[in-house]
């Protein structure tokens, strides 16, 4: 291996590992395909989000210590989700004894279009899709992460995900009426206001279907789990995709 080569550790969110293992498997060709040597830590597990959100922070420091443990060898820290991503950088407890360790996974944790596109300096990647799409920004990533601009702000557009799909061939991005809505997921939100929940994601559906989107894309498979569930239920003619299926299926 190339010093210059970067050694990451994969980080794959546990809903992931469950329901859409193909995503993870997508993930980490796609990386190995731009280059990259990936581990994928067998003993990891949850990054503790859940807990810490429901309110129960003190009862994660657990898995955040094994979270420390399991990555701080590596150059970096990559995930396909922008919500796993930043919970670890930003909102773990902290870990007095392991704080050295902490802040380089904190300093070196990214999702996966960030890491791609500010790590890996990809502009673009070549192929082809020939489908019409529409993007869903998920919350954390767009305004946490800040992997796109959000109408919050007066600023340039940006959108880092669909960057790297600007030059497949054939492929149409459909411009949305609300562009940066949630989806009603909100992890224990959808649980615990599902009526709310329901709405907002059948209303972020419609936003799509009505433009004749063919795939909604995203990069969170948790919010395209609550809307692949309704658009499933109401039948829908639409399919839901995480982006680094796309890009894995491109590159040859």
Known sequence: MKKDVPHIGLFIPCYIDQFYPNVAIATLEL???????????????????PMSNAGFEADSEGTTSKFISDFAKFDYIVAPSGS?????????PKV??????????????????EFITDVLKVDSIKGSFPHKIGFHASCHGLRGLRLASDSERNEPPFNKTLQLMKDL???????????????????????????????MGKDRIADHVDKGVE??????????MHMQGI??????????????????QVIS
């Open 31 to 49: 990386l190995e395909k731009l280059g990259c040597k990936v581990t994928y830590p067998l003993g990891q597990t949850c990054c503790g989000q």
């Open 96 to 113: 007095d004894k392991l704080k050295k360790n902490q802040e380089h996974v904190q300093s070196n944790i990214y999702e996966l279009s």
């Open 169 to 199: 061939e054939g492929l149409e991005v459909v411009e949305l009426t609300r562009k940066d809505e949630c989806c009603g997921f909100g992890g224990t939100f959808a649980v615990s206001e599902e009526a709310i929940s329901v709405q």
């Open 215 to 224: 795939i909604i894309v995203g990069g969170d498979m948790s919010c395209i």
């Open 231 to 248: 658009a499933t239920r109401d039948k829908d003619n639409v399919q839901l995709m995480h982006f680094a299926e796309i890009l894995n």
């Open 84 to 92: 796993c991503v930043l919970h670890v950088k930003e909102h773990s």
